[in-house]
T-cell receptor
Framework: AQKVTQAQTEISVVEKEDVTLDCVYETRDTTYYLFWYKQPPSGELVFLIRRNSFDEQNEISGRYSWNFQKSTSSFNFTITASQVVDSAVYFCALSPSGNSGYALNFGKGTSLLVTP | SAVISQKPSRDICQRGTSLTIQCQVDSQVTMMFWYRQQPGQSLTLIATANQGSEATYESGFVIDKFPISRPNLTFSTLTVSNMSPEDSSIYLC????????FGPGTRLTVL
């Protein structure tokens, strides 16, 4: 069975602060994918990143960075210099890996509010 | 990548009626997924739909309540039958190409 835990339900920061969203996962699969999605108030899910379990390199994309630590089963997401437009619910998700695709197991999400 | 559209984008329905949600993808995909997101909650998988075979439902979801069609590799429908207020949710379809993409969702309110 797979499980994703996002312990932070809500986070509130002031603009320009850095913020880290935590994600801890459980799986018995030897290979798997980890994802982060953003859901703004409009409701659509915006894909941010997919990480293969084989690739433990951290990734940076603009103000976004991800820290994957297999040893602690964590895949944390940091937003640097947060902006009001970053306000959204962020979901971490997990799936088995494979060419045909699998459904995702989602965490409960972290609601981020960035105030001016 | 994949571009997914859903119809309707939102609807308000009466208890006891049914609503069919359409999902259209801009490329051929083997598997399509239907998720439900209840208010303030995370996404829960309803079923997986492969073209040419019956959908596979997750625990807690049954075909009589959520019948799914998958007539071809770019299209699927999900019907929410005999609706009650507890069915008020966002319903999202998803496909896998190079990664997992989601449609914009159908926001359903049942009165």
């Amino acid at each position: 069975a797979q499980k994703v835990t996002q312990a932070q339900t809500e986070i509130s920061v002031v603009e320009k602060e850095d913020v880290t969203l935590d994600c801890v996962y459980e799986t018995r699969d030897t290979t798997y994918y980890l994802f982060w999605y953003k859901q703004p108030p409009s409701g659509e899910l915006v894909f941010l990143i997919r990480r293969n379990s084989f690739d433990e390199q951290n990734e940076i994309s603009g103000r976004y960075s991800w820290n994957f630590q297999k040893s602690t089963s964590s895949f944390n997401f940091t937003i640097t210099a947060s902006q009001v437009v970053d306000s959204a619910v962020y979901f971490c998700a997990l799936s088995p890996s494979g060419n045909s695709g699998y459904a995702l197991n989602f965490g409960k999400g972290t609601s981020l509010l960035v105030t001016p | 990548s994949a571009v997914i559209s859903q119809k309707p984008s939102r609807d308000i329905c009466q208890r006891g009626t049914s609503l069919t949600i359409q999902c259209q993808v801009d490329s051929q995909v083997t598997m399509m997924f239907w998720y439900r997101q209840q208010p303030g909650q995370s996404l829960t998988l309803i079923a997986t739909a492969n073209q040419g075979s019956e959908a596979t439902y997750e625990s807690g979801f049954v075909i009589d309540k959520f019948p799914i069609s998958r007539p071809n590799l770019t299209f699927s429908t999900l019907t929410v039958s005999n609706m009650s207020p507890e069915d008020s949710s966002i319903y999202l379809c998803s496909v896998y190409t190079d990664t997992q993409y989601f449609g914009p969702g159908t926001r359903l309110t049942v009165l």
